[in-house]
């Protein structure tokens, strides 16, 4: 059974620091999703990766196959990137690729 | 503007009564998909379909049932048959199914809460 865990369960930050989010996954997958669910429940994809690194502004994304990890990194954290970041394996459910999520991130930066 | 509708936001409802919560999307995609989301756990699949007139269960499909007669449109039925359910239901949607890459687009939620 594909098993997807993030750790820290939470976070809490001041403004301006470096914040890493870390995504380990049990099987073998085909992509990594990262997403931001804010406050009020709304979900955003980030990034889909299945190798090396991807960057979008203050976001980076890793992902080392061999060691079945993924980072999502905030570089100069804001307030206003309070919110839950959630990882995602794509894997082969027969002809369909289907997402397992893991539990979430509660990211809180201070001012 | 293109995207996802989920209405309503807060429903509440007695138990032993069935309620259909509704998803809309204008973003063309073929697939669409029924999430549950719970304090503590990672998003669960309830059903998801990719055309017009089909749909599989997902990994929690009892107590629920689904329709989807239209492209755009993709309601979800919580049956008195669920035995817990109060929680977070999300509806997404993507271009296809297949393929590792196929983004999902997220509604807004509709939280449901049984009293």
């Known amino acids: 059974k594909n098993e997807v865990e993030q750790s820290p369960q939470n976070l809490t930050a001041q403004e301006g620091e470096f914040i890493t989010i870390n995504c380990s996954y049990s099987?073998?997958?085909?992509?990594l999703h990262w997403l931001q669910q804010h406050p009020g429940g709304g979900i955003v994809s980030l990034f889909m990766l299945s190798s090396g690194k991807k960057k979008h502004g203050r976001l980076i994304a890793t992902i080392n196959i061999q060691e079945k990890h993924s980072s999502l990194h905030i570089t100069a954290s804001h307030p206003r990137d309070s919110a839950v970041y959630i990882c995602a394996d794509a894997n082969s459910g027969g002809s369909n690729y289907k997402l397992t999520f893991g539990k979430g991130t509660l990211l809180t930066v201070n001012p | 503007d293109g995207g996802i509708t989920q209405s309503p936001k807060y429903l509440f409802r007695k138990e032993g009564q069935n309620v259909t919560l509704s998803c809309e999307q204008n973003?063309?995609?073929?697939?669409m998909y029924w999430y549950r989301q719970d304090p503590g756990q990672g998003l669960r699949l309830i059903y998801y379909s990719q055309i017009v007139n089909d749909f599989q269960k997902g990994d929690i499909a009892e107590g629920y049932s689904v329709s989807r007669e239209k492209k755009e449109s993709f309601p979800l039925t919580v049956t008195s048959a669920q035995k817990n359910p109060t929680a977070f239901y999300l509806c997404?949607?993507?271009?296809?199914?297949?393929?590792?890459?196929?983004?999902?687009?997220f509604g807004p939620g509709t939280r449901l809460t049984v009293l």
């Open positions: 099987v073998g997958i085909s992509a």
């Open positions: 997404a949607s993507s271009i296809w199914l297949a393929g590792p890459y196929n983004e999902q687009f």
């Open positions: 973003l063309n995609h073929d697939a």
